[in-house]
């Protein structure tokens, strides 16, 4: 008789198919792993049932919150879809018992006064983390400058930057995506400038990495950059204010989505149309994340009501006159 299937060869199984489809599965895989050795520790054998998902949710995250939960059971969700179709008697837990598994709290908003200062502070920093200062203080101010996510600019590559063109070519992004960022003059002579202290570090060819760690070769990695970043902002006292403990380098993100909104709606734009060019510009896959920032973020709720006000007092006053 043979032996019976362990959960973790299921999930292993699972994840290796998915790849072959193409997706990444960076963090939900860790996690289907992490139930699937939880299961098998726990001597749970035959199909996956509600019983043993609801055990690990909470068993596992035992300190977290109900939000915490609900996220871990959404990650599962998909793996319990492919076991129920080789398996009928496979359960997963019906509804949401934990509640809802998504949120987006509100991000910090940098002044322009804290971006200058952050960018500063990362030139005079010592390059004790992995990145020499030119290095953190040309990536922290690409960031500002493009709204690029983290992940984007560190896996930029010297051959992605098209300094006549004034652009940088940013490579299997989110959803394995690919997108042209053109840039603004200032952000090109930067990178230009960057680009003559990179030669010094190493090669620059096609292939060659923007952004190196100090004196190596090697691609700058988002550890050492987190580390820098945590120092910068704990040095300049940045109190946040939005809806985390922490300001992160993903506000720098949404500082550029939120100053460009901002900027629009003082010059009157007609929003609909400039948003479509907005979350191409930034990689949003679907259009409703770059309008979430018009609800989400004070800075803007404030103009998009003052408009809507003058809007609606004028269709009143047609009213009154018709």
Known sequence: MSAPVTMLARAEAYIAERHRLGFALDRSGNLTLAFARFADASGHEGPLTSAIVLRWAKEQAMYADPFTWARRLNVLRPFAHHLADADPGTTFPKGSPFGRGKRRLAPHIFTPAEVDAIIAAARALRPVFGASSSTLATLLGLLAATGLRISEALGLRCADFDEAASRITV????????????????????????????????????????????????????????????????????????????????????????????????????????????????????????????????????????????????????????
């Open 171 to 322: 490579r299997h992004s989110k959803f394995q995506r690919t997108r042209i960022v053109p840039l603004h003059p200032t952000a090109t002579a930067a990178l230009r400038d960057y680009m003559r202290t990179r030669a010094k570090f190493g090669p620059t060819d096609h292939s060659a990495p923007l952004f190196l760690k100090r004196s190596s070769s090697e691609a700058l990695g988002y550890g050492a950059v987190r580390r820098a970043w945590l120092q910068l902002t704990a040095d300049l006292a940045i109190v946040p204010r939005g809806g985390h403990r922490f300001v992160r380098i993903h506000d720098l993100r949404h500082t550029f989505i939120c100053r460009r909104l901002l900027l629009w709606q003082a010059e009157g734009a007609d929003i609909d149309n400039t948003m479509l060019a907005l979350s191409t510009y930034v990689g949003h896959v679907n259009l409703g994340d770059t309008y979430w920032y018009l609800q989400a973020v004070p800075e803007l709720m404030a103009p998009a009501g003052d408009r809507f006000e003058v809007f609606a007092s004028q269709q009143i006053g047609e009213a009154l006159r018709g």
